[in-house]
């Protein structure tokens, strides 16, 4: 868990020294995107990276929690790790412009102080929705299957957010510069859509015998429709 985090924190404090370097001069294509924002790379190692080692050595310290005491450490330890990553983003907003030797990048891609305010924002998220989870007992069967599933969420957010190399999307269309009210909108679609399939996946694995029962019949009637008329 120690090793876990402290690669996080080096990874964002790296951040801006790694993106300010023209990496496709330097390397190929294919090892650049993974570095670099230039060429159109949404998710290059720094920052992103960091939220995966972060997240990981947070995983490592929950598994050590008894299964029955889980519930309340997250809600304890939330609240105040949201706070200490809030509060170290601020500073950190605040001293960086004032170090010369930092390169002045793009703030939400770039910033070492932008990634801590984002781990203290889902914290806080992780927060209120431990408060809200008693009202959300009777939906606990669903929210589990979202939370088994949590690779493919991300999976299919991304397809419906951004499109793929075949056709673009929502996030390829309005780069930068959708208003406030289409975002919220557009949230709620890539929100939505991603968990209506995830919910529909689950529901055709579960009970694929019988669909398939119903797509025979509907291919057989579709059949004896065109031979017929």
Not at 36 to 49: E, L, N, R
Not at 91 to 96: K, Q
Not at 178 to 191: D, M, N, P, R
Request: proline share 5%; aromatic share 16%; hydrophobic share 55%.
């Amino acid at each position: 868990a120690r090793w876990a985090f402290a690669t996080g924190v080096v990874i964002s404090f790296l951040t801006p020294f790694v993106n300010s370097v023209p990496w496709f001069y330097i390397v190929p294509e294919f090892v650049g995107t993974f570095l670099s924002y230039q060429h159109g790379s949404i998710f290059p190692i720094f920052p992103y990276a960091s939220y995966m080692f972060i997240g990981a050595a947070a995983g490592v310290a929950l598994s050590r929690v008894p299964k029955e005491d889980r519930f309340g450490y997250i809600r304890r330890m939330s609240w105040r790790i949201a706070l200490l990553s809030g509060a170290a983003g601020g500073v950190l907003a605040l001293v960086i412009p004032m170090l010369g030797f930092v390169p002045d990048l793009d703030f939400l891609q770039s910033s070492p102080a932008c990634v801590w305010l984002r781990v203290g924002a889902v914290s806080a998220f992780i927060y209120c929705v431990s408060l809200a989870y008693p009202l959300m007992r009777r939906f606990e069967n669903l929210l589990a299957l979202f939370g088994k599933q949590s690779l493919v969420v991300y999976v299919v957010h991304l397809i419906i957010l951004f499109g793929t190399p075949w056709f673009p999307s929502i996030g390829r269309f309005y780069v930068k510069n959708a208003s406030l009210e289409f975002g919220l909108l557009a949230a709620v679609v890539v929100v939505g859509g991603t968990l209506l399939i995830v919910y529909a996946e689950d529901l055709l694995a579960r009970n694929a015998g019988r669909i398939l029962r119903y797509a025979r019949l509907s291919l057989a009637a579709m059949l004896a429709y065109a031979l017929l008329l």
